[in-house]
């Protein structure tokens, strides 16, 4: 059974920096696609990035554009999110979450089968 481990929440103050971890039990070359999801409190669980399988596409909500970058370094089994300029309504619980697949340009939004249990993200002065 796959399990995803994240890591790198934290406290930071508006305009500053985290880069969050997905790390993976096993190695996730070429057939697994992984997507970044967050709930803030009071709020509906919401996707912000994904990256397909190949590695070649990735996709970002309009709230996250230009700020968040989403990457995999498969060698590591570990898919970032680099998180810049971070305002206050980026305080939320962010998850990883992973679904197997072919080897495509596919992101995935749905249908996710594996997920970790989450890193707490405060944005505040």
């Known amino acids: 059974q796959l399990q995803l481990e994240e890591s790198g929440g934290g406290f930071v103050q508006p305009g500053g920096s985290l880069k969050l971890s997905c790390t993976a039990s096993e190695f996730i070359s070429d057939y697994l696609a992984v997507t970044w999801f967050r709930q803030a409190p009071g709020k509906e669980r919401e996707g912000i990035s994904c990256?397909?399988?190949?590695?070649?596409?990735?996709n970002y909500i309009d709230s996250v554009k230009g700020r968040f970058t989403i990457a995999r370094d498969n060698a590591k089994k570990t898919v970032y999110l680099q998180m810049n300029n971070l305002k206050p309504e980026d305080t939320a619980v962010y998850y990883c979450?992973?679904?197997?697949?072919?080897?495509?340009?596919?992101?995935?939004?749905?249908?996710?089968?594996?997920w970790g249990k989450g890193t707490l993200v405060t944005v505040s002065a």
């Open positions: 979450a992973a679904v197997r697949t072919y080897y495509n340009n596919n992101c995935y939004w749905d249908d996710l089968d594996y």
């Open positions: 990256v397909s399988s190949s590695g070649k596409r990735t």
